[in-house]
């Protein structure tokens, strides 16, 4: 199995860049069939736009609404309205909206079941704080998050979780191999207890490039990554896409 690239953008580029950007990936993969195995999370306005261009590539959202379908709810977009655009996968939970925009564990459940009922995969995202590491109550710590976080979800056809420790995103530091292994482990014991879902892919995120994917994609049980920053370069993304 080809490992799987998401690409989350975050809150960055133009829409000109995002499609030079596409472009660039595009004319570099020699092998078409690698693109099949990115998903492109990019800023919400572009998924419409994006998809319809680019329709060999994967788009997910960065985040969704905690409300369903359509109501009076200023600002909020729903899973049903991502999924109508283009988007088969949504980011749910990442730490920076865990953090920044207060979001809970409840919150973060409501997102999952709303994004099932739309039918779009949800890339579940879970890690502990550089404090809870040092406590060496992560595991406990991730348990947590990842059973209040799951509910009651059972049956579903795909579910993507990304092992993203708070302490690695955007620092520049990796946790090593074994530690990986050790939370995926744990992850996969906890998703194992119950029929969650009928594919599980658990990738890591946190600091991710074009040196250390591959010891990365090498870790037991870990299926792909989760790119921030190094996404944005377009050679960065080809040189993991095609280095394996
Ligand atoms: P990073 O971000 O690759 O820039 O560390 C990863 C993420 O936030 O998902």
Redesign the pocket.
């Known amino acids: 199995m080809k490992p799987i690239f998401i690409a ?1 953008w ?1 809150m960055n580029l133009l829409l000109d860049d995002a499609f030079a950007l596409i472009n660039q990936m595009i004319n570099s993969i020699k092998d078409e069939s690698d693109l099949e195995n990115i998903i492109i999370a990019p800023p919400l306005p572009y998924i419409s736009i994006l998809s319809k261009n680019y329709p060999q590539i994967k788009f997910a959202a960065q985040d969704v609404s905690f409300y369903k379908n359509f109501g009076s709810h200023t600002g909020e977009v729903s899973a049903k309205m991502i999924k109508n655009v283009g988007s088969s996968y949504t980011i749910i939970g ?3 909206r865990r953090a920044n925009s207060s979001e809970a564990n409840q919150i973060v459940k409501t997102k999952l079941e709303n994004s099932i009922e739309a039918g779009i995969t949800p890339i579940l ?1 879970v890690g502990e704080s550089l404090e809870s590491r040092k406590q060496k109550n992560h595991l406990n710590f991730i348990e947590d998050q990842l059973i209040k976080s799951l509910g009651n979800v059972q049956n579903i056809e795909h579910l993507i979780i ?1 092992y ?1 420790p708070v302490w ?4 520049k530091i990796i946790p090593t191999i074994a530690e990986i292994e050790e939370v995926v482990g744990k992850i996969k014991d906890i998703v194992g207890r119950s029929p969650v879902a009928k594919n599980i892919d658990l990738v890591y ?4 490039n074009s040196t250390n994917h591959q010891d990365i994609l090498s870790a037991k049980d870990i299926s792909g990554v ?5 996404s944005l370069d377009a050679k960065e993304l080809v040189n993991m896409v095609q280095v394996r």
Do not use: D, M, P, Q
Not at 205 to 208: C, E, L, Q, W
Not at 226 to 230: C, D, F, I
């Open positions: 989350n975050k990442h730490s920076e995202c990304a993203e690695a995103i955007g620092t995120g946190g600091s991710v989760l790119v921030g920053s190094a």
